[in-house]
């Protein structure tokens, strides 16, 4: 299997709710990351999982977690989303070359 | 804190110049990846660069790492239609991590 796929494409939630957004990795890439990319701006750093356990985070809080899988899936979860947590959340994965291989996103919509 | 600004932000020229997008940091990276990302898709990745003054180029781009590593630039020669989208730069971080720039947005007018 190539390419990194997520889902959904577009979602709407409303303020203090959660959301779960699914990645689905290409094959053989033990390394998966998220990125929030708002609206004009470049991707910012969510957290990085390798072989399903979180080995980097960047300035995000805890409400943002996040679970990988032996099958090459991950998970990102938001719990009490805000006005601000609208964005497109990207999922990219790496099998230790240089770069990474993203997916197209998920628009998150917080009404 | 590590930053990676770009510029110019914005870009709008006819086909067929020649344009220059930098990227610029105050920190040293390790590597340094240049992206370009469609409107309703993630980035897609076009080079990495590594070595400090390393140059590569990919048909009409030219990419240059500089000589510190804090630094990089893109050239497009012969813009086309087809180049116009949002360029992104992302230099290494750690083991782990990438800083994305804030981002050329290039629009080539037919």
């Known amino acids: 299997e190539t390419g990194v796929t997520q889902s959904p494409t577009h979602l709407i939630k409303t303020r203090g709710q959660q959301v779960t957004l699914r990645c689905s990795s290409q094959?053989?890439?033990?390394?998966v990351s998220w990125y929030q990319q708002a609206l004009g701006q470049g991707p910012q750093f969510i957290f990085q999982?390798?072989?399903?356990?979180?080995?980097g985070r960047g300035n995000f809080p805890p409400r943002f977690s996040g679970l990988q899988f032996p099958n090459y899936s991950s998970e990102l979860n938001v719990n009490a989303l805000e006005l601000d947590d609208s964005a497109l959340y990207l999922c990219?994965?790496?099998?230790?070359?240089?770069?990474?291989?993203f997916g197209s996103g998920t628009r998150l919509t917080v009404v | 804190t590590q930053l990676l600004e770009q510029s110019p932000q914005f870009l709008s020229i006819q086909e067929g110049e020649n344009l220059t997008v930098y990227c610029n940091s105050s920190?040293?990276?390790?590597?340094l990846q240049w992206y370009r990302q469609e409107p309703g898709e993630g980035p897609v990745l076009l080079v990495t660069v590594v070595t400090g003054g390393e140059v590569k180029k990919l048909k009409r781009l030219t990419f240059q790492f500089g000589d510190a590593r804090k630094d990089s630039s893109l050239h497009i020669t012969a813009a086309q239609p087809g180049d116009t989208g949002l360029y992104l730069c992302?230099?290494?971080?750690?083991?782990?991590?990438?800083?994305f720039g804030t981002g050329t947005r290039l629009k080539v007018l037919a």
């Open positions: 990219a994965s790496r099998g230790g070359s240089y770069g990474y291989t």
């Open positions: 920190s040293v990276f390790s590597s």
């Open positions: 094959s053989g890439h033990n390394t």
């Open positions: 999982y390798y072989r399903e356990e979180e080995n």
């Open positions: 992302a230099g290494a971080s750690g083991t782990y991590k990438y800083i």
